[in-house]
C-alpha cells in the first residue's frame, strides 16, 4: 500500500526536495503550496521526474485553506508523514532591541501558530496511519547552547523573529512527542543547515537535497526510532 505525505511549503526550496525525495522512495506526496499555481510548477516539474505527486493549496496560516486541504487529503482515509516545512524569515527581522512588534508577530503567526494548527487539523488522519511521521523543520538558530556561545557563528544571526518562532517549534516538537508517546507516532525536528535557497541565501554551501535528508530519515523512521529531538546532520543538536 502506498504511503502518502504532505510536505508543507513544498513549491521550492528545501520543501521541494523533501518532497522528491521522499517520492523517489515510493511514497505519494502532496506537495502543499499557499499559491497553488506555484505549486503546480512544482508538480510538473516532479511528475515528469517519473514521481507519484499531487499539489494541494495549503496557506498554514488559514483556517479554512487548512480545513479545505484536511477534506481533500481524507479522500486517502489517512496520512503517514506529516512534514511541517513552510517557514518565513519576515522582512525586518532584526536583533531583540531593533524589531518590530509586527514583524515579530508574523514570524510566530507563520513558523509556530501555523504549525499548530496543520498538525491539529491533520491529527486525525496521522493516528489512522498507525505508525505515522511528524518532521517539523527546525534550525541551529533554535539552539540556546549555540546561540549562547560567543564563539558560534550562530551568535551573529540577529533575526530574533526567526530564531525565536524556531525555538517554540523544538518545544512544539517535545510537548508533542511527550503527547502521542505509545501510539506510534513519532515526532521530530530537523535542522536542515543553511541551505542554497532563497530563505538561506543562494551563497550557502549546502545544498537543497543535503537540506532535506535529515528530514526524510526522520519521516522514514522505523517503530523504533527516537521522538521529540532535533536532529542535524551530524547527529542530535544541543537545546
Known sequence: ?????????????????????????????????????????AVRELVAEGLDVVG??????????????????????????????????PEGDDA????????????FETNVVGLVAVTQAFLPLLEKAGQARIVNLSTSLASFAQVGDPESRMSTVLTLGYNASKAAVNMVTVMLANELRGTGILVNAADPGNCATDMGGWTAQRTPAQGAAVAVELATLNAAGPTGHVYAAAGRLPW
Open 1 to 41: 500500500m502506498t504511503k502518502i505525505a504532505l510536505v508543507t511549503g513544498a513549491n521550492k526550496g528545501i520543501g521541494k526536495e523533501i518532497a522528491r525525495q521522499l517520492g523517489e522512495r515510493g511514497f505519494r506526496v502532496l506537495v502543499g503550496s499557499r499559491d497553488l499555481r506555484r505549486g503546480e510548477v
Open 56 to 89: 494541494l493549496q495549503l496557506d498554514v496560516t488559514d483556517p479554512v485553506s487548512v480545513r479545505a486541504a484536511v477534506e481533500r487529503v481524507s479522500a486517502y482515509g489517512r496520512l503517514d508523514v506529516l512534514v511541517n516545512n513552510a517557514a518565513i524569515i
Open 96 to 107: 531583540v532591541t531593533r524589531i518590530g512588534a509586527e514583524v515579530l508577530r508574523s514570524a
